[in-house]
């Protein structure tokens, strides 16, 4: 199927898989794949490729499989050859999507778990189910635990009102993450059960009261991971890192 669309055509369906097909077009686009079972199958492909192809551009790996990686995804001419690499490496498919998991396995030091930012990815998804309301008698908990680690209500600490909840498995591991909203802005905070994820690699690292805070940028977005209860804790959204960092230490430090 894929040999028979033109490179116009395979530019919208990769813009539709990553989410950058400009609204006018996208409902056409979108029928034409509602009525081919063919192109469904094409679409997804693209959404995997695309997934994976996100963990090149977020990751530091070693340069040498980085540029092999590359050459797979360099289009010999036409329209691809001015777009992104991610969208590039939804053109090429399941080959490269697979060289990127085995360069992620490389780099988390075998396939154990998922990583940091697979794990901080829960958080730019919808919520599926309604806040978790507060729980004791000081409420500052949430009614929410993974792992024996409880879910803080940040409106006590900062004014950040829970919004919503997801829970499901991320590379076997259960997660869950809540979300909280002020004044129109948004954060994701993400608690992965079983043990500690692997930490990452290159990132800002800070240090508040004898725990180590990094700082990261997952998929564009700013986000801090640390550990509470042997857990691994994170925090994406539309903050400064300094805000991130005071929200993830709570109740440690007040904020300013």
Do not use: H
Request: hydrophobic share 45%.
């Amino acid at each position: 199927m894929a040999e028979r669309l033109s490179s116009e055509e395979m530019a919208d369906l990769a813009a539709l898989a990553d989410g950058t097909l400009p609204a006018e077009r996208r409902g056409a686009v979108e029928a034409r794949v509602a009525a081919s079972p063919e192109l469904q199958e094409l679409l997804e492909r693209q959404r995997r490729a695309v997934l994976a192809a996100q963990v090149l551009a977020e990751e530091e790996m070693p340069r040498s499989l980085r540029a092999a990686v590359e050459a797979r995804a360099r289009p010999r001419r036409g329209r691809s050859a001015r777009l992104p690499l991610v969208r590039r490496l939804a053109f090429v498919g399941v080959g490269v999507a697979l060289a990127v998991v085995v360069a992620a396995v490389f780099l988390n030091g075998g396939p154990g778990g998922p990583s940091v930012a697979d794990a901080a990815r829960l958080a730019t998804k919808p919520p599926t189910a309604p806040a978790p309301a507060p729980a004791g008698k000081a409420g500052t908990k949430l009614d929410l635990a993974v792992g024996g680690v409880p879910f803080p209500n940040l409106r006590v600490f900062a004014g950040w009102n829970a919004v919503g909840a997801r829970s499901e498995s991320i590379g076997g591991r259960d997660a869950s993450v809540v979300v909280y909203r002020r004044g129109g802005r948004t954060v994701g905070y993400v608690i992965v059960a079983g043990d500690a994820l692997d930490r990452p690699s290159g990132a800002q690292s800070t240090v508040i009261r004898g725990v180590e805070y990094q700082t990261l940028r997952v998929s564009g977005r700013l986000a801090v991971t640390w550990r509470r209860g042997g857990r691994t804790c994170i925090l994406i959204g539309q903050a400064t890192r300094r805000e991130l960092l005071s929200l993830a230490s709570w109740p440690l430090t007040p904020p300013r």
